[in-house]
Structures are given as structure tokens and as C-alpha cells.
């Protein structure tokens, strides 16, 4: 498994969550890891929902594009076909946060992956997600 650098694939470039030439983006870069794929985010006061906290939708869209970056680093194409979010406790704007993930289980073009997003610092877990990806094009 090589960790493919970001900047030599351009077709998610202005992806929300990892693009490099998205002006609103988060740009959380990602890199594989022995398991999975890993990232660190901190929430900043544009991604609140309410009193101080991120909103749900952001959280959700980091744990999913973490799971997406494994087979996307690999050289794959793929997209999210059912996934199943847990919030366990509020996740404060202005936090360090580590988003990983592993994979679960692959099977031919499905792949099943878990992610979640813990403190830095506390190792609070915030949110972690199950999901199934179907893959367009296998990771070479």
C-alpha cells in the first residue's frame, strides 16, 4: 500500500473536506496508515451549530471523507453506499480533533469501513461512524 501524495491527483481538488483549491474548505489532509487512513481538524467558529459546537453535518462529512480517503490515497474511485453515524458527546469549536479510520471488510467492489474523531488532548471520542463503500474502479 503506497500513500499516493494529494497533489498528484487533482480530481478532488475542490472536494469540501480535503480539496486544496476549495476557499471554504476544511483542506484536512489525509494520509494511509498499517489499518486505515488518519487526519487532525479543528473545528473553527464557521463550522458551529449551536452554543460553541460543530455542526453535525461537518462532523459526519469528516468521518465519512476519512473512510473515503483509504481507497482514494490507493488510487481507487469509489462512493458511500450506507452509512450509520453515532454522536456521543459534543464536539467544541476551536478543539484538536484526530479523525481515523480502518477497514472492516472487503469484499470484491464493496468495502465496509469505521471511522471516528477523538480529542487530541483528551481523547474524548465525539462521533464515529460504520459505513459501506461501493468501489467504481479498484485500488490498483
Known amino acids: 500500500m503506497t500513500n499516493q501524495p494529494m497533489d498528484s491527483r487533482t480530481d478532488a481538488d475542490h472536494c469540501f473536506v480535503c480539496g486544496v483549491d476549495n476557499p471554504i474548505g476544511l483542506k484536512i489532509i489525509f494520509s494511509l496508515t498499517e489499518k486505515g487512513c488518519v487526519g487532525e481538524y479543528t473545528p473553527l467558529k464557521e463550522h458551529s451549530g449551536f452554543n460553541g459546537v460543530t455542526h453535525g453535518g461537518i462532523v459526519f462529512a469528516v468521518l465519512d471523507d476519512v ?5 482514494y490515497l490507493q488510487g481507487g474511485y469509489g ?12 464536539m ?17 467492489r464493496l468495502v465496509q469501513l469505521k471511522s471516528w474523531a477523538t480529542d487530541k488532548k483528551t481523547n474524548t471520542i465525539y462521533a464515529e461512524a460504520d459505513a459501506s463503500f461501493m468501489l467504481s474502479q479498484a485500488i490498483p
Open 67 to 71: 473512510m473515503a480517503n483509504w481507497f
Open 79 to 90: 462512493y458511500t453506499a450506507k452509512s450509520e453515524i453515532r454522536y456521543r458527546e459534543p
Open 92 to 108: 467544541p469549536i476551536g478543539v484538536a480533533v484526530k479523525i481515523e479510520c480502518e477497514v472492516v471488510k472487503e469484499k470484491r
